[in-house]
């Protein structure tokens, strides 16, 4: 469901090298970032249509993908930065990287930057980033209750069962 949408607004962005790298870390449980972006996506086309919310499809899809371009593994500590406030500083370096491969909208600056409201302290200024903000949280808690599972374990119980065959 809604594939066609996240096609028709941001095929670039699903087929571009970085966005297709983030396939490799991992968000919340054993959901990939790249994942746990589509599925943020999704949800809020969800939420917009469940309460018929009048807003920019292009603008929502594209700043949903782009809101966890963060594009490091946040378990792992590197010399650079131990990831430790993780949760604060992302939405700016999403946004900074985001910046250098595409040319983004104030409404898509918006959802990056204020994704993890309430951390962030200043709420979200348009209709677009609450719908994100709403749509991660939750896809978050589903994520890391296992209740959404992600490729990563998909593949491995599927090997498992091979294996035992
Ligand atoms: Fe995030
Ligand atoms: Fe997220």
Redesign the pocket.
Known sequence: MYEYELEKYANDILESENFQSTKAYIQHGNMSVQEHCINVAKTSLYIRDKFKIRCSTNDLVRGALL??YFLYDWHKNDKVNPHRLHGFF??AR?LQNARKEYSLTAIQIDIITK??WPLTMIPPMCREAWIVTTA?KYCSLMETLYIQRGDIQKNRLRRKKVSAN
Do not use: E, S
């Open positions: 809101h966890d992302h939405p999403a994704h993890m991660d």
